[in-house]
């Protein structure tokens, strides 16, 4: 037995539009691993510029929100982020430090 095992980093992003190299405005992060403090949009500059940049540094894209249109009427009302793309990581950890 190696004493290793799995575990998932979460990696929620608001873009500024649909696309994937879109802008990141707002964004969380969650760490099963414990080595990592979580994060939640707390500091100036987000992890990632563009939810590509997080694909290219080995994220995967686990789910993409469903693009609705808006009531008649709503186009230019605010109140939430609607472009979220959630991503995940899974990383080796020892046993002895989880």
Known sequence: MTG???RQQVLLLYLAHSALDAAVVA??????????????????????GSGLEALRDGWRLFQ????????????????YLKYEFL???WIEVDHASS
């Open 87 to 89: 991503f995940e990581k």
């Open 64 to 79: 993409v929100s469903p693009l609705l249109p808006h009531a008649a009427g709503d186009e230019f009302r605010t109140g």
């Open 4 to 6: 290793l095992t799995m």
């Open 27 to 48: 964004w969380s992060f969650w760490d099963g691993t414990g080595k990592r403090e979580t994060m939640a949009g707390d500091s100036d500059e987000p992890p990632y």
